[in-house]
């Protein structure tokens, strides 16, 4: 199981409106990386499987997955809602 694989289905597994900032996919990915599929891989390793994931749409739309980029109170900091196809 790869890094992108793994996120791929913890993206799949966020709710429909969830939101998540680059700070919780760090800490949670790896964590249900190692709970779910039994393996460890760093949050930088994830991080990096994560941005080539959001750069290539075809993948993500394979994957049924939309991502919008939301705005947190620290600006410095990115996140994410994942959003319905159909959505806006």
Known sequence: ?????????WLDSLDMGEVFFSHNFESQVPYYGKVKY????TASTY?????????????MEACGIRLQEVKHTNERVKGWKKVDFIAN
Do not use: G, P, Q
Not at 1 to 9: E, L, S
Not at 38 to 41: A, Y
């Open 1 to 9: 199981m790869t890094a992108k694989t793994i996120v791929i289905n």
């Open 47 to 59: 991080s990096r499987a994560f941005r080539t994931i959001r750069s290539d749409n075809a993948l």
């Open 38 to 41: 039994n393996k460890i891989h």
